[in-house]
Nanobody, 123 residues
Framework: QVQLVESGGGLVQTGGSLRLSCAAS????????MGWYRQAPGKQREMVAR???????NYAGSVKGRFTISRDNAKNTVYLQMNSLKPEDTAAYYC?????????????????WGQGTQVTVSS
């Protein structure tokens, strides 16, 4: 089992910055892709940013140039630096990780989610 624990959400004014962190713990062989998703009230969950184990990244168009995703593989932690925040960035932000575990049948890939952290940007 793998646990993802997020931190760093909060209330910030338009134009401000926040840094989210997500630490993975538990029993696994490797973490492949880690990412951040968000869900605003009444809307579907959407991908914000993702990063592979070798550092390749991709971003939603709405955050490109403002948000930066990074990871520390030694700490099994992913970060999301959010700058120039806008009211439309207000949402619950969820950490996601694709994890590989070793079994008697080979390797299994499982997706895990964190519990979410609220980001609120006031106008």
């Amino acid at each position: 089992q793998v646990q993802l624990v997020e931190s760093g959400g909060g209330l910030v004014q338009t134009g401000g910055s926040l840094r989210l962190s997500c630490a993975a713990s538990g029993s696994f062989f490797s973490i492949n892709v880690m990412g951040w998703y968000r869900q605003a009230p009444g809307k579907q969950r959407e991908m914000v940013a993702r990063i592979t184990s070798d550092g390749s990244t991709n971003y939603a168009g709405s955050v490109k140039g403002r948000f930066t995703i990074s990871r520390d593989n030694a700490k099994n932690t992913v970060y999301l630096q959010m700058n120039s925040l806008k009211p439309e960035d207000t949402a619950a932000y969820y950490c996601n990780a694709e994890v590989t575990t070793l079994t008697i049948n080979g390797r299994d890939r499982t997706e895990y989610w964190g519990q979410g952290t609220q980001v609120t940007v006031s106008s």
